[in-house]
């Protein structure tokens, strides 16, 4: 089968790993020879648990996660964990701290008003011109948490302003070894090698770099809900209780049992790439294409510090606004798809998850270049 | 291509119609010459938002939903609907009523006790000595609704238990009209004609006549929300508040958007086959070839009042604990899958939601009789 795929840009859901959907293509209505497709499994049975089980396995073994590490799964995506780790780790102490970094800091800060006492430790917003526009990480040694806050939260990677964490804050810096870090690890999880043993909490949705839509990985230490957090707060739906998904091994309800075969087969895709290591090297040469273009031009601009840009989305700019279209439809003739920037920023955005192959990000920046040459 | 399926007989995730299996393996790798697969797109463009409205007007028109009904798609399955009902719905007005039924409603009930004042206002556990196997629905006469709750629930058919409301509880006659009724509709919604002109919210999970798990579908009035409860309680969680999810048309944030892709596809699908009455029928049918053998056997046994029986799941017994083994295995090797009951009742079940065809009950049947003949 050939079929002319164009290069997709979006930022989610994006692109998927062709060899996936091919598999998934040719095991839908027949899964291993078992006359059915997995949508029709029941959950509770030995193929979708054979299916799922490895999932997970792959998940913790390709994020290299020690055995304090459980992976749930769960519905919602990150705007529900948005209010769901609130109301699990707020049940006996409300003070809950946050960096805030741009719109996606922003929501989650709003959303955990509505159950504890939250603080924002540090906010890239105040020194910029552009509120809409966070251009960098504040720097650590400013921050101001509190030593007992039940945690402290960041974005890892915010898939708007393309300002990402490319190492974890050290909180033993701060004084601070053991408030627990919340990560929401939406859009960069699995795109480099990441140290977990720092991490309390990271959450996301499926769908960046690992599957599709309407799947919500969270990664916690057994150690945070049965220390810190033994109970979740009275109102929190049983269904988004931490402990009660993890004791029922993500089964407590109907999975999106679908999702999770494909997230599987994205995992073993990833394995057979060479694993996080060779993403994270894949990556790093991609996005380089794309800012080492961005900085050797006078006509393409980033607003993001070096330091913070991030490897997954990079937001760039046009020196003049009635360039956005032209560019735009000469990209679309050439098969670059959904590289409009967000709403919230304006200009352009190119995401580059790693289901993006070099060959997309090379086509790309010599797109770049000639609609430079051609109207710069 | 031609592959032997087996007859699945799962409550859900369940069988789905070949017809639709097959076009989402040849739309797997480019949706109508897009050159991306559903999963790949974002779910803001133009390609998406056509599926996603076709699918609901689908839906709407399928169910003969009137203007003042709207469709909303989210997340987290019936289980999380039975917190994100109550979250909802009592903010002004903390008395909920409840109609106990088995398995399912007793759940919902749990659930709504951590947001409201919960009264059962009928159960049909008291009569029955086997408190796991709830067999009829209470007549309506006997429920004792309080006038001024937000709102009465029921579960219109309970998946284990086999029990289904054949039609809804008729407000006017109990002087409780302006009382909103709210139905957990999970499993067998689309299986025959209903009347929603009645009903102020109708919910569940997708996984048994729509399509695959991690879609939920909400139906509401618009003025349950616009008159009786205007504001969702506090602590709901934004992302579960169904006036945000009706103003964003379901992309608050990203939806389950395969899933709404298969659900459309069913639609689809459904409406070929004649739509809600066609399928009316047929149901009727396939579930009275099974009841009539029970009924006529001295072997098979059901445990429900045949008023009360589920179109869709059959629960039924033998006459001798030792048979089971025995029945589930010659069953296998014909090719009828999932046919034991749930743990909570015991014994054997077979469901028979829109996608089991005719045939398929047909060969339930003949191996029911061809077993009763040999073991009997």
Chains 1, 2 share one sequence.
């Not at 648990?49 to 799964?73: M, N, P, W, Y």
């Not at 070894?177 to 939406?186: A, E, F, I, W």
């Not at 049983?238 to 997230?263: G, H």
């Amino acid at each position: 089968m050939t079929i002319k795929r164009p290069y997709n840009f979006a930022p989610g859901p994006a692109a998927l790993p062709e060899p996936v959907l091919e598999k998934a293509s040719q095991e839908m209505l027949s899964w291993r020879g078992s006359g059915m497709s997995v949508m029709e499994m029941t959950h509770r049975g030995p193929l979708f648990a054979d299916i799922h089980d490895r999932a997970i396995a792959d998940l913790k073994s390709l994020l290299g996660l020690g055995s304090d590490h459980e992976v749930l799964f769960m519905q919602g995506g990150a705007t529900a964990q948005n209010a769901i780790v609130p109301m699990n780790l707020l049940a006996q102490n409300v003070k809950a701290d946050y960096v805030h970094t741009g719109h996606w800091s922003a929501k989650s800060i709003a959303e955990a008003k509505k159950y504890g006492d939250v603080h924002v430790v540090a906010s890239a917003e105040a020194e910029q011109s552009d509120a809409a526009s966070f251009g960098y990480v504040p720097p650590v040694e400013q921050w101001q948490p509190r030593a007992d806050a039940a945690y402290l939260h960041i974005c890892g990677n915010e898939t708007i302003g393309g300002v990402e964490y490319h190492q974890w804050p050290d909180m033993n810096s701060l004084g601070l070894g053991s408030l627990p870090l919340v990560v929401d690890m939406s859009s960069h999880i699995l795109s480099r090698p990441m140290n977990f043993d720092s991490l309390a909490l990271a959450y996301g949705g499926a769908q960046k770099n690992i599957g599709p839509s309407g799947l919500t990985f969270v990664i916690l230490k057994r150690s945070l809900i049965e220390e810190h957090a033994p109970k979740a707060l009275p109102i929190c739906p049983s269904v988004f209780d931490y402990r009660k998904v993890l004791e029922n091994n993500s089964l407590l309800n109907t999975p999106s049992t679908f999702a999770i075969y494909i997230a599987g087969l994205v995992f073993e895709w990833l394995k057979d790439q060479g694993g996080v290591e060779a993403m994270g090297q894949v990556n790093a040469t991609k996005a380089g294409l794309v800012y080492d273009l961005i900085d050797q031009s006078s006509f393409y601009s980033s607003r993001v510090r070096k330091a913070n840009r991030s490897f997954m989305n990079i937001p760039f700019f046009l020196p003049d606004d009635r360039l956005y279209e032209p560019f735009l439809k000469g990209a679309q003739a050439e098969g670059l798809l959904n590289l409009k920037g967000h709403k919230a920023v304006g200009g352009l955005r190119a995401s580059l998850y790693n289901a993006m192959p070099l060959e997309g990000v090379e086509a790309l920046v010599a797109y770049m270049r000639r609609f430079e040459k051609e109207q710069g």
